[in-house]
């Protein structure tokens, strides 16, 4: 099993940054590709970004390209969400997800195929 806890998550204002930070741990080495998926209330849960296991590869979501930057550091177990230039229709719950794929240079876009899950955490930007 593998447990995600992210953290970093709050209240900002527009055009304001979070740094949002995931660690994983337990059995960490059947994991590669993680990202962070996001939720806003009425909405389904959509891809805010993802990463490759050695960070070669990355996808965004159309919403959050050239705001948002996504990062890890195997060596800490640790996968980050730089997000900037932030704007209201960016609050919701952030999740953290993991998979192990076939493939470790590659990434996954489908939430379907995420094995874990943390617990999310808020980011509400308002003034």
């Known amino acids: 099993q593998v447990q995600l806890v992210e953290s970093g998550g709050g209240l900002v204002q527009p055009g304001g940054s979070l740094r949002l930070s995931c660690a994983a741990s337990?059995?960490?080495?059947?994991?590669?590709?993680m990202g962070w998926y996001r939720q806003a209330p009425g909405k389904q849960r959509e891809l805010v970004a993802a990463?490759?296991?050695?960070?070669?590869?990355?996808e965004y979501g159309d919403s959050v390209k050239g705001r948002f930057n996504i990062s890890r550091v195997n060596a800490k177990s640790t996968v980050y969400l730089q997000m900037n230039s932030m704007k209201p229709e960016d609050t919701g719950v952030y999740y953290c997800?993991?998979?192990?794929?076939?493939?470790?240079?590659?990434?996954?876009?489908?939430?379907?195929?995420?094995?874990?899950w943390g617990q999310g955490t808020q980011v509400t930007v308002s003034s």
């Open positions: 990463i490759s296991w050695g960070g070669g590869k990355i």
């Open positions: 997800a993991a998979v192990f794929l076939i493939r470790p240079m590659t990434v996954s876009k489908n939430p379907n195929e995420y094995t874990y």
């Open positions: 337990g059995s960490i080495f059947s994991i590669n590709a």
